[in-house]
């Protein structure tokens, strides 16, 4: 899903000129330059989840036209794992890059440093930047700018099928030895497996990680910390739960191998974010939307621990249509979207203004996050740190398929890492 960065002197220089184009383009494609009236086409590449958050941010971009009239919205859903390459390809070619994208959290440092994305500062996109979160804030800054404004922000924690529960007779498990005995009675009682554990993206492996007080790297300290004793305890905990059969796991497919075998009741649980409640929501076992439940994610042997993630969106800095594209990146993280797309959609907004709408305040699911997200932990916000989850994929599979060991797998991380972030320990 993730590859490393190629930062070349040709594309830094390339993402120079192409943020000099664009700011020059801008005012003679139909922006409010000339006549006053926006106008012209807006391209917005989204990434959120087919068959469901995509219809609900499909139809709010396109109503942006209800108030500027002569803007065309040119919705696109790129998948979430093409969407990082995909964008830096059309970026350094000059060709082919949308106006506006959805940019997962990591990936914002990424396109800045790499020249891609317009500064924001002083633009019609910053609308009352003071009501954003400051923990959504921290990932569109780059070299004192800010290159993108927060959409949605979010971390995870554990969903479990309230009816099995109620059948195994056991309550929500808060540690890992709870959730290794848990899994064993929801089994002897029910036939069912207590956890899927998703073995297929690196993402999901950063709970356990910090569960055990460790880390990716130290930015502040340029020192990978990913293969220290805390990084290979995180693996062997997640090995572990396969082991003992409290989980099942896979390498290929992940999500729609999870997402099915919980909306099936197949398994109890799965560590999963709200930008999975509306899909969860559609499978049989959760027709009665109040079989749902929603816990932390189980703590380990250093506490709970979660990573914060979410999407900002960023404008192309070769974009020909600026003003458009400032305008219409300031309606999609509005006050009045943001408490649409919370309502619809059960996404956190980032401003905090939302969360005391009438619709939001009594949304149960975040109100269950807004106290995760509120501690979860940060993410490097460094260029690289898109490419980072890349390597953890890799040894994370194998670890899990026992195709490598914790410690052999978490030395081959930090090797990687060093090898990706010049001069760093």
Known sequence: ??????????????GVTLAACGGSDSGSNGGSKGSGELSGTVTWWDT????????VFKKIAEEFTKKHPKVTVKYVNVPFGEAQNKFKNAAQSGSGAPDVIRSEVAWTPDFASLGYLAPLDGTAALKDSD???KQATASTKFNGKTYAVPQVIDSMGIFYNKKIFKDAGVEVPKSIDELKSVSAKIKQKTGKTGLYLRGDDPYWFLSF???EGG???DAEKKTVTIDNAQGVK???TVKDLVDSKAAITDA????????ASFKDGKVAMMINGPWAVTDTYAGKEFADKANLGIAPVPAGSAGQGAPQGGHNLAVYAGSKNLDASYAFTEYMTSVETQTRIAKELSLLPTRESVYIKPDVATNEMIAF?????????????????GSLFEPIKVEYTKVLTGQTTPDAGAKAIGDSYRKLLKDWK
Do not use: C, H
């Not at 996050?369 to 740190?385: L, M, N, Q, S, T």
């Open 252 to 259: 290929t497919n992940g999500w729609d191998n999870m997402q």
């Open 131 to 133: 009501d954003f979160l």
């Open 234 to 236: 995180a693996l062997a």
């Open 215 to 217: 880390d990716m790297v």
């Open 209 to 211: 990680l910090y569960g």
């Open 369 to 385: 996050f807004k106290p995760v997200v509120d501690k979860a932990v940060e993410r490097p916000w460094i260029p690289e740190g």
């Open 48 to 55: 959120s989840t087919v068959g469901s958050e995509d219809k």
């Open 1 to 14: 899903m993730r590859r490393g960065i190629a930062a070349t002197t040709l594309v830094a220089a390339l």
